[in-house]
């Protein structure tokens, strides 16, 4: 199919001549040389061979091309997704901030996860560190935490209820930060949860111990 539209590509000078010298009335001896041309060089076999094994090469370096492509970009999603080397960097043992159920987990239009518990559960920081914000309201995200764990590494923590820290509060990872809530943009009661590693977001769940789904909770439940 690729070769057969490459050919007809090639052929395009050809057609257009066609259409600008008209073909020679009954009667009219011979025909124009450059027709001549045209016609003995695209009919001659050895031509269109040359022409087929040309598009044939064509065709074989863009698919090299492709899946040259392919791989770079699969190599670099793997480097962007890849997250041990972020046990390394913090150099410490990071925990559930809740144990509740994973709802929604980490994707291009969700850059955190959404972890299901009633209202008042509390809310513990994934690692000891600094509080860099407080916001009450933040539009969307409601009542927000900001965590610094030190070496590149932060979380947030989103639709809060309670907020128990203000900024500068150096805590540790057996402290409550606050509890579940529904402020900001949301349909229930969850913590939304965000980790950046140098300004960079992570899925928490590569980082974390691992959660429960909503969906199996409720099938062993069944």
């Known amino acids: 199919m690729v070769k057969r539209l490459l050919l007809e590509l090639v052929m395009i000078p050809y057609q257009l001549y066609r259409l600008i010298v008209p073909a020679p009335r009954p009667g009219r001896p011979g025909s124009h040389p450059i027709s001549k041309f ?3 060089t695209f009919e001659h076999k050895r031509t269109r061979k040359a022409i087929s094994a040309a598009l044939t090469l064509l065709v074989m370096g863009l698919g090299q091309m492709s899946n040259l492509m392919a791989r770079t970009t699969q190599a670099t999603e793997v480097a962007l997704i890849s997250q041990p080397e972020n046990r390394l960097i913090t150099q410490t043992t990071l925990e559930k901030p809740l144990d509740g159920r994973l709802a929604q987990g980490f ?3 969700h850059r955190g996860i959404d972890i299901l518990d009633p209202v008042g559960t509390p809310i513990e920081p994934i690692a000891d560190g600094v509080v860099t914000e407080v916001s009450l309201g933040r539009l969307g995200w409601g009542n927000t ?4 764990h030190g070496n590149g590494l932060a979380s947030r923590y989103a639709h ?3 907020v128990r820290m203000i900024e500068n509060d150096q805590i540790n990872k057996d402290q409550t930060l606050g509890t579940v809530g529904m402020t900001g943009w949301t349909t229930g009661p969850h913590l939304h949860l965000e980790v950046y590693q140098n300004g960079r977001a992570i899925d928490p769940a590569a980082i974390l111990p ?5 969906d199996y909770r409720i099938a062993q439940e069944k």
């Open 38 to 40: 045209f016609r003995r």
């Open 107 to 109: 994707h291009g239009f």
């Open 145 to 148: 935490v900001v965590v610094d």
């Open 160 to 162: 809060m209820n309670e």
């Open 210 to 214: 691992a959660f429960v789904s909503a």
